[in-house]
C-alpha cells in the first residue's frame, strides 16, 4: 500500500514537474529568453567594441572583470523595465527603437574615438548643431568595413522580436516577478560602482579623464552620469554670485610670474596678426622626408633670430578641439571638462579675451577671418562677447566647389582674398586667420600636390604631410602678400597648432617615419606638442625650453605688447618671464614639468622619456604637488567658465565688456573696397 502511494506520489509529481517545465519552457520562460538575448547581444557589442575600437588602459584581471561586466547593469535594467510593457506590439516597438538608439550612441562613439581618442558627452551632443553646418564628408573617412559587425546584432533582434514575440504569456506573472531583472540590473550596478571604486577612488569626483568612466561603469553608464552632471552644473551656474572669484583671484595671484623685464613693452603698438595652424604637429618643424623640408617656410620663421620658438609647447585641448584651442589662447582658460565651451557658453558667458583687453588697454581694432560659415563652433556669437569688431567668414569669400574642402576655402585663395578687407582696417589692429587645408581627413588635390608619398600603409597619414605642406606654402605666400602692402615690417606673428593632426589610434604607422618600431605613452605625450613662434621684425628672438601650453599664450603676448595682465584672471603665464611655471596641464588632469612626465597612472623622467619605478620622498612630493596645482587649476577654470563668474568681475574701473548687441557682423561686401 505505501509502495503504490509512493509510486503514484512520483508519477503524479514526474508529471506535474514536466507539465511545468514545458509550460515555463513554452510560454513563460520564453519572454525571459528574448529578454536574455536582447541583453547578451548589445552586451556582446559592448565588449567587441571595447576591444577594437577603444584603448582604455585596462591592467590587471579585476579591470577586465570589471569591464566585462560594466555593460550588463544598464542594459539589464533599461530592457527590463521596457519587458514590463503589457502589449506586445507596443513592447516590441519601444524596445526595437530603444536598442536603436543605444546602438547609435555606441557606434557614434567609436567614431567620435577614432578620430578624437576621447568619448562624445551630453553637451556636445546637444550642441552637435554648432558643429554639423560646417561639415560635409569627413565622417565617412572614418568608416571602415568591419563595422558592419556592430549591426548584426540589431538584426537578430529584430527577427527574435518579430518571430517569437507572440508566444509572450497571456496570462502575466504577479508583478513582483516581473520586477526581479530590474532590481537585480540595479543590484550589479551598485555593485559595478562599488567594485570600481575600490579600484579607482573617487571616481565620480576626481576624474578629468572620460576614459576611466567608460573602462569602469561603461557608455551607457558615463552618458547617464554625464548629463547630471550637466544639470548640476546648469544649477550652480544659477547659484553663483561675486564671492565665488575669490577662489580664482588668490589661484591667480599665488601662481602668477614676474614680467617686469626687458621684454616688457617691446613689441607695444605693433599690430597682431594670429595663424591658428589647423592641425600642425610640432615633428613637421625642421622633419625632411627622403631630404625635402615638409614645412619650408615654418622651419625659416621657427629658426629666425627674430623669432620666439618654443619646442616644448603642447596643445591642451579637450572635445572642443580648435574651439578649445582658441579660448584657450584668447582667455587663457581651459576647455569645459565635456563639450565645447564655444558652443555651450559662447553666446551667454562674459569673457576677458584678448580682443577686449586690447581695445580696453590701448585701442586696437579686432577681426577674426574664416573662410567657413560663421556658425561652425558658435564663432558668430562667441567672438562678439570676446569683443570681436569684425569677423569675415565664408560669406565674405568667393567659395566654390573647385577652391574649397569640407571645412571651407583652402589656404592659397583664403589668405588671397583677406588682403582686401585686412588692408582696411585701422592699425593697430588684432587679427586672427582661422586655416582649414590641412583638416582631417586632409583631402587631397592634384593641383596642389607637390610632396611626396611617405608610403606608409595609412593614406591619411601620406596625405596629412600633402596638406601640411601645401598650408606652408600658402602662408609664406600670405607673407609676401604682406610684405608688399607694407604690412610685416610692424607687425608680431604668432602662429600655433591647434591640435594634433594624426590621432593615437594611426599612431602606429606613423611610429617608423618618426624612426621608432613602437611608441610609449611618453612618446604620445610628446606627440601632443605643436608649433608656436612669435615672429617680430626687428626683434631679437630667442629658441626657448620651458615646458608650456596653449593657456599662456594670451599673457605672453601681453608681455610683449607691455599690457599689464596681473588685473585679469588669467591661468596661464608668459613664457618670457625670468621664472617661467614650467608645466604643463592637460584637460585629463595629466601634467607635464621639465622634471616629470605624469601621464595617467604613471611617471616619465621627462628628459630620458623613462618609466620611473620607484620615487624618492622628495620626487614623490614634487609631484603630488604638482598633480595638485593641476587639479586646482582645471577645478577654478571650470568653475570660471560653467558659473559665468567673470561677469562678477572688474578687473578695473576702466576695463568695458564688449556690448554685444551693438556688434554687427553684417557688413555689405560694397562697403569693403
Not at 528574448?34 to 565588449?47: D, G, H, P, Q, Y
Not at 522580436?161 to 496570462?171: A, D, N, R, V
Request: hydrophobic share 40%; aromatic share 14%.
Amino acid at each position: 500500500m505505501g509502495n503504490r502511494f509512493t509510486d503514484k506520489i512520483k508519477r503524479d509529481s514526474i508529471n506535474i514537474t514536466q507539465i511545468f517545465y514545458e509550460e515555463m519552457k513554452m510560454k513563460k520562460l520564453f519572454s525571459n529568453q528574448l529578454l536574455l538575448l536582447t541583453v547578451f547581444a548589445f552586451w556582446l557589442k559592448t565588449e567587441l567594441v571595447y576591444f577594437m575600437e577603444f584603448n582604455l588602459g585596462v591592467e590587471g584581471a579585476f579591470q577586465i572583470f570589471l569591464l566585462l561586466i560594466n555593460p550588463i547593469a544598464t542594459a539589464l535594467i533599461i530592457f527590463s523595465l521596457i519587458f514590463l510593457i503589457p502589449n506586445r506590439k507596443l513592447r516590441t516597438l519601444v524596445t526595437i527603437v530603444v536598442y536603436f538608439a543605444l546602438s547609435m550612441l555606441l557606434y557614434a562613439n567609436v567614431l567620435y574615438y577614432r578620430e578624437f581618442s576621447d568619448f562624445l558627452s551630453v553637451n556636445l551632443m546637444t550642441n552637435v548643431g554648432n558643429v554639423s553646418e560646417g561639415l560635409n564628408g569627413s565622417t565617412f573617412a572614418l568608416l571602415k568595413w568591419h563595422d558592419i559587425l556592430y549591426w548584426v546584432d540589431f538584426a537578430v533582434v529584430i527577427f527574435a522580436l518579430l518571430k517569437f514575440g507572440k508566444t509572450y504569456e497571456k496570462k502575466r506573472r504577479p508583478f513582483k516577478f516581473q520586477l526581479l531583472p530590474v532590481i537585480l540590473g540595479v543590484g550589479m550596478l551598485l555593485l559595478n560602482i562599488s567594485l570600481a571604486e575600490i579600484d579607482r577612488p573617487q571616481l565620480l569626483t576626481r576624474t578629468f579623464d572620460q576614459r576611466y568612466l567608460v573602462k569602469y561603469l561603461g557608455v551607457n553608464t558615463f552618458t547617464a552620469y554625464d548629463g547630471l552632471k550637466l544639470v548640476k552644473t546648469q544649477q550652480k551656474r544659477v547659484q553663483a554670485d561675486s564671492s565665488d572669484t575669490a577662489e580664482a583671484e588668490n589661484f591667480v595671484n599665488a601662481n602668477r610670474t614676474a614680467t617686469d623685464n626687458e621684454y616688457f613693452g617691446i613689441a607695444k603698438k605693433r599690430n597682431v596678426v594670429y595663424l591658428h595652424l589647423e592641425s600642425i604637429q610640432q615633428f613637421l618643424i625642421n622633419y625632411k622626408l627622403d631630404g625635402e623640408e615638409v614645412t619650408p617656410f615654418l622651419n625659416e620663421l621657427y629658426n629666425s633670430e627674430n623669432s620666439f620658438s618654443f619646442s616644448n609647447f603642447y596643445h591642451q585641448t579637450g572635445q572642443g578641439k580648435s574651439s578649445d584651442a582658441e579660448n584657450l589662447i584668447e582667455n587663457s582658460l581651459f576647455g569645459l571638462p565635456q563639450g565645447s565651451a564655444f558652443s555651450t557658453y559662447g553666446g551667454t558667458n562674459a569673457f576677458q579675451a584678448g580682443p577686449a583687453i586690447l581695445k580696453n588697454e590701448q585701442g586696437y581694432t579686432s577681426a577674426a577671418f574664416h573662410g567657413n560659415i560663421g556658425s561652425f563652433w558658435n564663432r558668430n556669437n562667441a567672438y562678439k562677447r570676446f569683443g570681436y569688431d569684425y569677423f569675415f567668414d565664408s560669406s565674405y569669400y568667393d567659395v566654390s566647389k573647385e577652391n574649397s574642402t569640407d571645412y571651407g576655402l583652402k589656404d592659397k585663395p583664403f589668405f588671397e582674398q583677406s588682403m582686401r578687407m585686412l588692408k582696411q582696417l585701422p592699425q593697430p589692429f588684432q587679427t586672427k586667420f582661422i586655416t582649414v587645408s590641412n583638416h582631417f581627413p586632409y583631402p587631397v588635390f592634384k593641383e596642389d600636390v607637390t610632396f611626396a608619398n611617405p608610403g606608409t600603409k595609412d593614406e591619411t597619414i601620406n596625405n596629412y604631410f600633402s596638406t601640411a605642406h601645401y598650408a606652408d606654402a600658402a602662408i609664406k605666400d600670405f607673407f609676401d602678400a604682406l610684405k608688399k602692402e607694407g604690412l610685416y615690417e610692424n607687425t608680431i606673428f604668432v602662429l600655433y597648432g591647434d591640435h594634433y593632426g594624426i590621432s593615437k589610434s594611426r599612431l602606429k604607422n606613423l611610429a617608423p617615419l618618426l624612426g621608432k618600431e613602437e611608441l610609449t605613452a611618453f612618446d604620445k605625450a610628446q606627440l601632443q606638442r605643436v608649433p608656436f613662434i612669435i615672429h617680430a621684425p626687428g626683434i631679437k628672438g630667442k629658441e626657448i625650453a620651458t615646458q608650456a601650453g596653449q593657456i599662456d599664450v594670451q599673457p605672453t603676448i601681453q608681455h610683449l605688447l607691455g599690457v599689464d595682465g596681473s588685473k585679469y584672471l588669467q591661468l596661464g603665464n608668459s613664457l618670457l618671464s625670468d621664472k617661467p611655471k614650467d608645466t604643463v596641464v592637460f584637460r585629463n588632469g595629466d601634467v607635464i614639468t621639465s622634471e616629470f612626465a605624469q601621464l595617467g597612472s604613471k611617471v616619465y623622467r621627462t628628459k630620458t622619456g623613462e618609466l620611473v619605478e620607484e620615487l624618492s620622498p622628495e620626487e614623490e612630493e614634487r609631484v603630488t604637488e604638482r598633480k595638485h596645482y593641476a587639479e586646482t587649476a582645471l577645478r577654478i577654470s571650470d568653475d570660471i567658465m560653467q558659473r559665468d563668474l567673470l561677469r562678477f568681475y572688474e578687473p578695473s574701473e576702466d576695463f568695458k565688456l564688449p556690448t554685444v548687441s551693438k556688434i554687427d557682423y553684417k557688413l555689405l561686401n560694397s562697403d569693403i573696397k
